[in-house]
């Protein structure tokens, strides 16, 4: 079912990129239908509990290269989120183009891959197969954030999105490499890890996945992000794929559990996130951008819970991913409505909205009061069970935790009602006076029900959570408890009485609200860009270093590269010089080889003094015929044909490149001329000795025996080295032919710019 | 320039390539057994290429085809085993009995070895492509 639904997905980019050509709003209901099928699945596997999907393809046994998935609770619960709400954001893009928009395969094609990749991360039950996806979620959001690719301001921000989450994931790639050095590539059942290899491990995965899911300092791309089309803000930069940096730290959990770099390093993240998250986003006045900033709060909510990894705390982290999937994308529909529908999103410009687009006020009403953790809504049973989870660990971790979660939750209440004032409210706040406009209502269009209906479905679901607390306890604890036993005895709760936990959460959300308030009244510049523009000069600064560099080192001189070519390999190969045994050394096994060889070095000494370039270039084929020989003689025919094959090849092509060149070389200067000498004798030397002591001294005996028994029963041949060549190390022929097709491929690419050139 | 378009020697590359298209083909199917094998019958029809190209016979026009349509073959063929789960690169031997040849015995090596002869094809004909210039190599009369 795993592949079918994957199969789904691909068929579906490609109906996608073409019913999208014509008309870009066809292609999106196109795209809609695999994640459809993708939700109607996970429910009925939710419904009837059946046990977690398992599907294995080995790829590379010998390297433990598997495409492994299974689909757990958690898992399950993901899907959920990234294809229910993927359905939803597909059918609201559909209305967010404007009837006459121009085709575009690309946008619905690469929304659906991204899509597809994000499944196959939540799903995957290997290291190996989860970095695949989340550096294919990564390329996939570089290609949604960069839409509108005429902006060059677009342009930058959908590179400084990829450089960091694309760095990140290196950063990530040597983490799991050290990770499954220890304990395998698995991802179920995972035993805790300790040592220095852990601590490198738990410092260099959760860099990794700070970089993903936005946390301060590598956060400056999200805000960025927000350049995207609206639905793409909602779906991969709140909903889905911010969360995957989440999902990797709350998945590895169980193996870090002892590590103390773990829990550390990410209270560091998440507690600077939460805070940092929530005052950008009370300063900014783009209401996208508010959003955005309060995602990084809220994902650094999540990675603190995480690092703290008690039982309750872990249960909160999931309920709270749940709930903030569905208020976020709500939020994020309603401002992209907004959007279309009044040109503007600056909640100085915005007035009056409340009476105008009152269906979309009560989906943000509802949803901003999820957020803001406010009964009776999904949001506040999650965040109570945050507060009690934080209040409930002890030490100093527990300190630092309930310090940033609760006055991270007195800002998120803040810059929810300030954005709900600033963009609803009745009155403005500009102190521009040039402007008479902005004391009358915000001009709206009329609305578009295929942007309305996805938002109200989403917003609605806070409400609905909270009625039904028991299922949604069913969804998120079993996904709890995958990751820490302790989740069992934990459930979300609708009204817990008046505890501590209850009485902090009202006191947050009425010490929030006046602050939300007060600094809703205030007007705001646009704040600088800070971290963002150092992110971007540091790339800027690379990008015009690298040139500089390569002018240095690609300078073009072909004698400089041969001469630093010849150097090196003689410098390498001189530890052999050291250990030659003399006792193997025999002058020939057959006199005809000393022959050959006389002739040989015949050849090479004319090379070297002939002054005519066709006469060196007929000399060096002499060489290469002579060496052949010698290959026939020791009894080797497929080398001594290949060799000749090539000799040839090689002469045809020195005849053809001479046509360009004067019929005599130039004359050289004494020094250069001693020195490229120098660099010759040098270079047959050390290749004499190196290969003399290399084949004197083998690193123990060939397998000939096997391999040529292995030719005949397994290979179905008599010629061993080919049989070696096609089928024992057939990778490796694989791996040469992909070489020689990539080096064709540049020399015709050469060719075609001097034709371009020569044509204009 | 060095081309001369000598009509002996165009005519001996005319009757000589027949020839050597069947000594590469032989070199492709002989080499499971015997010396021979993919790149050295790349070799030769590459060979066969130059000089026909030389002679002013052809045009080196089909390399991009030959390149692509290789790299995709052995891919194919290196990713198809996958598919019935065996390992990537799995050799399948498979024999059968034709009229006039009697028992045939080959396998996927076959296909594989076809499209690493395709590349080096390819990559002659590249090479052929980058080191001549447009004058030397087309053939429109011969500028003494």
Redesign the interface.
Known sequence: MVWLLLAAHIVGVAAAAVAGRRDIRAGLLVAAVAPALTTLVALVDLVSSSPARVSE?????ALDLTFAFRTDALALMMTLLVSGIGTLVFVYAAGYFSPGAAGSSRFPASLLAFSASMLGLVWADSVWTLFIFWELTSITSFLLVGHKNADASVRTAARRALLITGGGGLVLLAGLLVLAGDIGSSLTGLTPVSGTSATVAATLILIGAATKSAQVPFHVWLPGAMAAPTPVSAYLHSATMVKAGVLLVAVLGPAFVGVATWQWLGLAFGATSILWGAIGALRHRDAKLILAWGTVSQLGLLITLLALGSGKAVFAAISLLFAHALFKAALFLVVGEIDIRTGTRDINELSGLARSMPVAFAVAAVAGASMAGVPPLLGFMAKEAAIEAVLGTTGAAGAVAAVAVIGGSILTVAYTVRFLVGVFGPFSRSTSSTTSSTTEPTEVAPMRPAMAAPAVLLGLAGLVGYAAAGTITDLVGPAAVELQADAAQYSLIRWPGLKTAFVVSMGIVASGSLLGVVLSRRTTAIPRPIGADTADATIDGVLAFAPRLTGHIQHGSLPVYLATMGATASLAALPFVFDLPTDHLVLWDHPLQGVLALAIVASAAAGVIVRSRLGAALTLGAVGIGVSALFVTHGA??L???QL??E??IV??F??????LSRRFPKKSGSWRAARLAMSLAGGLVVMVGLAAASAAPAGTAPVAELADSAVS??????V???I???TR??D??GE??V??T???G??A??RIR?LE?ST | MILSRSPIFQLGVQSASPLAVIVGVYLLFAGHNNPGGGFAAGLVLGAVVILRTLAGLQKPTFGPALITGGTLLVVAVAAAPILWGDAMLDQKVVSFDLPLLGTVKTGSALPFDIGVTAIVVGLVIALLDGLSTSDSLVSKGNPA
Do not use: F
Request: cysteine-free; overall charge negative; proline content about 4%.
């Open positions: 393809l080995s790829w590379v046994p025919p497929d001594a044909l290949t094959l090539v040839t090849i045809v092509g005849v053809l490149g001479l046509g360009h397994e290979g179905g041949g008599k010629n080295v080919n049989v060549l096609t089928d057939a990778l022929t694989l032919v992909v020689l097709a080096v064709a491929v020399i015709l050469l060719a034709q020569a």
